[in-house]
T-cell receptor
Framework: EDQVTQSPEALRLQEGESSSLNCSYT??????LFWYRQDPGKGPEFLFT???AGEEKEKERLKATLTKKESFLHITAPKPEDSATYLC??????????????FGQGTILTVHP | KAGVTQTPRYLIKTRGQQVTLSCSPI?????VSWYQQTPGQGLQFLFE???????NKGNFPGRFSGRQFSNSRSEMNVSTLELGDSALYLC??????????FGSGTRLTVV
């Protein structure tokens, strides 16, 4: 069974204070690892998909990296508008994985001005 | 380009009733997945439909069911509602199983 563990559960940063969120996963075969951002009362907003170990993707102040066991979401010089819950999810490559993402519990990020 | 549309946004139902939620995927997307999100359990996979066929199902009781129409729109139904069914129900659509776009969800409250 696919499993995803995110840490920390909550992270409070000062504006401009860079940090990283961790996502540890176990999956029999990885089809993709996904990062989403979710604001209160809204659906998850897609950020990145990573497919293989060593892959990196960047978008504005965010950079996602992937190894065979974990992924990191690095936030450089965050701003208050980056405050949200960040969700990590994996999809396996088996036939029972159609449309199925297994999510972690998320990291609640708060950035203070 | 229109996103994934879920209706209604909010719903209040009484225990024992049934409810139907609707999801219109992004144009051209043929895969629609449904998730339940609660504070305690997080996001949990309910089922996935592709070209009107259920391809995958999560570990939920048979009270939870769904269907997909020929235009890829999908509905999910929950019968005999329980208090524990109160949650945010999210739908996600995909073109190629490599990226999933979520809707804003339907907030269901069972009283």
């Amino acid at each position: 069974e696919d499993q995803v563990t995110q840490s920390p559960e909550a992270l409070r940063l000062q504006e401009g204070e860079s940090s990283s969120l961790n996502c540890s996963y176990t999956v029999s075969g990885l089809r993709g690892l996904f990062w989403y951002r979710q604001d209160p009362g809204k659906g998850p907003e897609f950020l990145f998909t990573l497919y293989s170990a060593g892959e990196e993707k960047e978008k504005e102040r965010l950079k996602a990296t992937l190894t065979k066991k974990e992924s990191f979401l690095h936030i450089t010089a965050p701003k208050p508008e980056d405050s949200a819950t960040y969700l990590c999810a994996v999809q396996g490559d088996g036939g029972t994985s159609y449309g199925k993402l297994t999510f972690g519990q998320g990291t609640i990020l708060t950035v203070h001005p | 380009k229109a996103g994934v549309t879920q209706t209604p946004r909010y719903l209040i139902k009484t225990r024992g009733q049934q409810v139907t939620l609707s999801c219109s995927p992004i144009s051209g997307h043929r895969s629609v997945s449904w998730y339940q999100q609660t504070p305690g359990q997080g996001l949990q996979f309910l089922f996935e439909y592709f070209s009107e066929t259920q391809r995958n199902k999560g570990n939920f009781p048979g009270r939870f069911s769904g269907r997909q129409f020929s235009n890829s729109r999908s509905e999910m139904n929950v019968s005999t509602l329980e208090l524990g069914d109160s949650a945010l129900y999210l739908c996600a659509s995909s073109f190629s199983d490599y990226g999933y776009t979520f809707g804003s969800g339907t907030r269901l409250t069972v009283v």
